[in-house]
């Protein structure tokens, strides 16, 4: 069971955003946090249905975190791009399971889901990026190499 490599790459170019603090390209993003463009676009447009950023089209457009970091979780993320975030169906629909009143695994798997949610819901963005300061100058240094080029 692993993470979409989408999830992954919402999670870096929302983790950028909250670094760089200010409106990007999405080329920007996309190299200084190496995720193909053509991915990144599509995953901004479901980051955007969500309202965790802004896309402004044209020349002077580009991608704006709306959320305040120090709120938005990783949690949040991740299911804006995969839906609920479950280890199992019977943890959030016990009623779709026959067996779930005597099944072993399902208060196995209800106490997992608990402890995997607590974590996954409490790291917010400003957060991770307080912790990710290799993150952050790569994010730069990879930033100001594409600014220069323009």
């Known amino acids: 069971m692993e993470l979409s490599r989408v999830a992954d790459y919402a999670i870096r170019a929302v983790l950028c955003l909250t670094i760089k603090k200010k409106p990007c390209k999405t080329a920007e993003v996309a190299e200084a946090m190496f995720i193909p463009k053509a991915y990144l676009s599509k995953v901004f447009q479901e980051l955007a249905k969500r309202d965790i950023v802004r896309l402004e089209a044209g020349v002077g457009g580009g991608v704006e975190l709306i959320r305040d970091p ?49 974590n996954v819901g409490n790291v917010t963005f400003s957060v991770l990026a307080e912790q990710c300061e290799v993150v952050a100058k790569v994010c730069n240094t990879n930033v100001t190499k594409s600014d220069s080029k323009a």
């Open 70 to 118: 120090a709120d938005l979780t990783l949690l949040e993320v991740i299911e804006a791009i995969e839906g609920r975030f479950a280890l199992n169906r019977c943890v959030y629909a016990p009623g779709e399971c026959q067996l779930v009143k005597f099944c072993p695994v399902h208060s196995f798997w209800a106490k997992a889901q608990k402890v995997l949610l607590e």
